[in-house]
Nanobody, 109 residues
């Protein structure tokens, strides 16, 4: 069993940045970890990092968001720059069947 905890969300203005963390209770070195976001009942894939280090982003965040992994500390980060109001959502991380509780990101002037 893997316990995931997201943190780093908050209320920011458009154009500002946040860094989300997904801290795992076990090694994630060999795990694919995905960040999702959810608005209401709508869930959207945001970014994924594979065990080999391959990285993919949904089109709307390319060039603004960066996913990275610290295998020594079992943390996957999501650096979010130039945030827009449409990025507002609850952000979740996922690996295999495990999900965190989410962290809220609100972007508003």
């Amino acid at each position: 069993q893997v316990h995931l905890v997201e943190s780093g969300g908050g209320l920011v203005q458009p154009g500002e940045s946040l860094r989300l963390s997904c801290t795992a209770s076990a090694s994630i070195m060999d795990a694919q970890v995905t960040w999702y976001r959810k608005v209401g009942s709508q869930r959207e894939y945001v970014a994924v990092i594979t065990p080999s280090g391959q990285i993919l982003y949904t089109d709307s965040v390319k060039g603004r968001f960066t996913i990275s992994r610290d295998t020594a500390q079992n943390i996957v980060y999501l650096q979010m720059n130039n945030l827009k109001p449409e990025d507002s959502a609850v952000y979740f991380c996922n690996t295999n069947e495990w999900w965190g509780q989410g962290t809220l990101v609100a972007v508003s002037a």
